[in-house]
């Protein structure tokens, strides 16, 4: 599926949470206000910080693969 992401808007600034694994200042923020879209950026940034886009199954789909220790790995 091929989502266009270049129009989507996180307007609501008060969405933005850091991860719960946060160590110090060196983490991301994400934003799911926006229906469908989740927002990553730099915290350090704040909303200076470019905003990465992407869909909730990609979102969910990455997540399962750090959980699941497969990013960054290369396949045997």
Request: aromatic letters at 8%; proline letters at 4%; hydrophobic letters at 35%.
């Amino acid at each position: 599926m091929i989502i266009n992401k270049e129009n989507v808007v996180f307007n609501d600034v008060t969405g933005w949470r850091k991860s719960s694994y946060t160590a110090g200042a060196n983490c991301v923020e994400i934003n799911e206000s926006t229906p469908g879209y989740v927002g990553v950026r730099d915290s350090k940034l704040g909303e200076d910080s470019p905003i990465l886009v992407f869909g909730v199954d990609e979102m969910r789909a990455f997540l399962r693969g750090v959980k699941n220790d497969m990013v960054g790995s290369t396949p045997a």
